[in-house]
DNA sequence: CTCTGTGAACCACTTCACAGCA
DNA sequence: TGCTGTGAAGTGGTTCACAGAG
């Protein structure tokens, strides 16, 4: 076995964190403009102004991965953006099934953003007999949630999309895990249950908004208060 | 000034984090659920495995508001669960706008979720002359953005989700804090500037996808090392 | 001199453990 | 005894500050 003599990507051994993971995909995204607009190096400090983050957490962020930048330079624009794909795993197409064609199953089919940054949204689920069948405006297919075994193998499908009602979500979210799915991007309120070797993420529309009318009613409650 | 003998609901003076913040909505849809249920009281432990979180947790959390609990008995479900709704404010009813009648924007317009929460949409904004007079499905009629300013100040809107294009986005939020709205709720990719009064929240879609493509790659990379 | 990568300090959220009340 | 509310300890993410490479 031959050493290499400068790994310049690094499999991150110590685990990285979810705040860490979130903020990869916002420096991508930022190369991706930077790149675009013809830059060829970039510094921590000028990332960190545009994204409005403290550099030495940028340069921590993307240290995880082996020594991706150039001391007394900064990073070179082109390079790190292919090593964040990389890292992203977005440096090929991601395929991604869609269960439930509601309202937001079939906007989401349709979400122009996914294409862009490289998702593949290959089919869409649902187990309503009269939507089986139908496409949506952007043309994805509906079919039957029972055809999800078997288009999981065929079609590599490496992440799912909930989003049918609270009742249904855990018989859903079983069904996916038992096609052999092994991550989850659930819309559905209330946390189902999935083995630890499947990873989901919530995203919880309600709560969002509960959050923000929490802000207003602090405001209020601060207001009431003072006088 | 008289002195309440026993001021059940404090608010809070050391701010509340985020994370709080979250959780409290998690713990009032369990109580609905509870309340539901005919259960009478329950206690920090009951909740946490339901929710598979600590008790400890919830305790402190709950704790920022007063002596919501009691000591022996646990929390009267129907008297936490009033509070809760205090606290987060959808103890009355919600005002919110959506901008961008596009896919995304319908769809959230006729989100059964929301309304189930207490969230009231009031209207849909979009530019393009073809939407505008249209209704969704669920009967939300498409307004003109340039209405925002009246509407916001007639129908008290509390909250504005934008459901537009990245590169309208900024454009938007100026609009939308411009009518005086001091909450949002933003699905465009990339974190638009707000004064510092404006409470922003982000659901990045594609970044939710990335954080779940870059746990099926780390996988990879692990096992590839392991060879 | 500039800018990265990182030890050490800092800070915030979480959990433990227990005093105190019913 | 049972369970809350909370000081204190633990854990982990962030920021500082600087050694060291170019």
Redesign the pocket.
């Known amino acids: 076995m031959r050493a290499p003599q400068k790994p310049r990507l690094r499999a991150a051994d110590d685990a990285v964190?979810?705040?860490?993971t979130a903020r990869l995909s916002l420096y991508l995204r930022c190369l991706e403009a930077l790149d675009a607009a013809g830059t060829r190096t970039?510094?921590?400090?000028a990332l960190a102004e545009r994204l409005r983050?403290?550099?030495?957490?940028i340069?921590?962020d993307?240290?995880h991965f082996g020594?991706?930048?150039?001391?007394?330079?900064?990073?070179d624009v082109k390079e790190l953006r292919r090593h964040l794909r990389q890292i992203l795993g977005v440096d090929r197409s991601v395929h991604v099934a869609i269960v439930g064609a509601g309202n937001l199953g079939r906007a989401l089919a349709d979400y122009a953003g996914f294409r862009r940054e490289g998702f593949d949204i290959v089919s869409l689920f649902d187990t309503a007999r009269e939507k089986i069948g139908q496409s949506t405006r952007g043309g994805v297919l509906v079919r039957h949630l029972r055809e999800l075994p078997a288009l999981a193998g065929r079609e590599r499908i490496d992440i799912a999309v909930v989003a049918v009602p609270a009742e249904a979500a855990q018989e859903v979210v079983d069904a996916v895990v038992g096609a052999g799915i092994r991550a989850i991007l659930n819309f559905a309120p209330g946390t189902p249950h999935v083995p630890s070797h499947v990873k989901l993420r919530n995203v919880d529309l309600a709560l969002s908004l509960e959050s923000l009318s929490f802000f207003l009613a602090q405001e209020k409650h601060a207001k009431a208060e003072r006088s």
């Open positions: 964190s979810e705040f860490t970039v510094s921590s400090t983050l403290n550099a030495a957490q340069r921590r993307l240290a020594e991706l930048g150039v001391r007394g330079v900064g990073y």
